[in-house]
Nanobody
Framework: QVQLVESGGGLVQPGGSMRLSCKAA???????????KGWYRQASGKQRELVAA???????NYADSVKGRFTISKDNTRKTIYLQMDNLKPEDTAIYYC?????????WGRGTQVTVSS
């Protein structure tokens, strides 16, 4: 298992922006680059869903609900992934989790709360 440390959540008004970060602590670079990486979210009373993902080959996909508003990126040097969230909507309110996985491990962060409200 890899320890994933998330940061960047909080309260934001509708239409605002926020960036989430997730660092793979104590992970060597070759392991980090080999992971498929993603952000998931779970709203109250709902199942966890994929928000955005970037594979080890660099392929990116987004949930339809966030396309054009959210951007996933990675910094191999910092062993960190990011989720830039723009034009946030109240329905984006959820706990956001980062995930990194390969054929041997599947690791989750503890989650960070994002609340979009006026």
């Amino acid at each position: 298992q890899v320890q994933l440390v998330e940061s960047g959540g909080g309260l934001v008004q509708p239409g605002g922006s926020m960036r989430l970060s997730c660092k793979a602590a104590r992970s060597i670079l070759s392991t980090f680059t080999g992971f498929d990486k993603g952000w998931y979210r779970q709203a109250s009373g709902k199942q966890r869903e994929l928000v955005a993902a970037i594979t080890s080959e660099g392929n990116i996909n987004y949930a339809d609900s966030v396309k054009g508003r959210f951007t996933i990126s990675k910094d191999n040097t910092r062993k960190t992934i990011y989720l830039q969230m723009d034009n946030l909507k109240p329905e984006d309110t959820a706990i956001y989790y980062c995930n990194m996985a390969d054929r041997y491990t599947n690791s989750w962060g503890r989650g960070t709360q994002v609340t979009v409200s006026s």
